[in-house]
């Protein structure tokens, strides 16, 4: 049971370049999600997925695209990457939406654009 | 959307001494109210949470006190160890199926 998997852990990208963020869950969770992390603003929702082919907006989707065709994964794009982007990404995932289960987060992956 | 602030941004406590760390919600309709726990390097993990129909709850040396009227939620940390050096997030349930988060806290425990 390897919990949130989340590739790459390191990426340095160039502006404009595009690239995904890999995530997967072996839990059978249906609830999935995106997060960054940024110094003095904690963390901040992306995307979520409330189930396979269902996904919605959170906080700060600008620049970012997810989809979900299976229940196990659920990989962030990045089209054109800025230097604003530069951040740590957290997926994390739950049986049901936030209140009924626990989150369970990832290791984070650390994106740096230049 | 749920706007939750958390206070402080930093704390440091001497080791055995008690560490508090407050947030508020904008949401009257949250009803769950979870802290996550964030070591050097890792992603967050759960360590207590609280319900909007409870007003307190405790597991060890770690409490969750909830005040509804007032939209305030607290963490307590009794006999802190270095081990408790870590960030700690609060977050909020809202309406819907978002949980927002505060900034964040990071606590030193001095030996």
């Known amino acids: 049971n390897a919990g949130v998997t989340q590739t790459p852990k390191f990426q340095v990208l160039k502006t404009g370049q595009s690239m995904t963020l890999q995530c997967a869950q072996d839990m059978n969770h249906e609830y999935m999600s995106w997060y960054r992390q940024d110094p003095g603003m904690g963390l901040r929702l992306i995307h979520y997925?409330?189930?396979?082919?269902?996904?919605d907006q959170g906080e700060v989707p600008n620049g970012y695209n997810v989809s979900r065709s299976t229940t196990e994964d659920f990989p962030l794009r990045l089209l054109s990457a800025a230097p604003s982007q530069t951040s740590v990404y957290f997926c994390a995932s739950s049986y049901s939406p936030p209140g009924a289960n626990v989150l369970t987060f990832g290791a984070g992956s650390r994106l740096t654009v230049l | 959307g749920e706007n939750v602030e958390q206070h402080p941004s930093t704390l440091s406590v001497q080791e055995g001494d008690s560490a508090v760390i407050k947030c508020t919600y904008s949401d009257s309709a949250s009803n769950y109210f979870p802290w996550y726990k964030q070591e050097l390097g890792k992603g967050p993990q759960l360590i207590i949470d609280?319900?909007?129909?409870?007003g307190e709850k405790k597991d060890q040396r770690i409490a969750v006190t909830l005040n509804k009227t007032a939209k305030h939620f607290s963490l307590h940390i009794t006999e802190t160890q270095p081990e408790d050096s870590a960030v700690y997030f609060c977050?909020?349930?809202?309406?819907?199926?978002?949980?927002?988060f505060g900034a964040g806290t990071t606590v030193t425990v001095r030996a």
């Open positions: 997925s409330v189930g396979a082919g269902i996904t």
């Open positions: 977050a909020a349930k809202g309406r819907g199926y978002k949980l927002s």
């Open positions: 609280i319900r909007s129909n409870v």
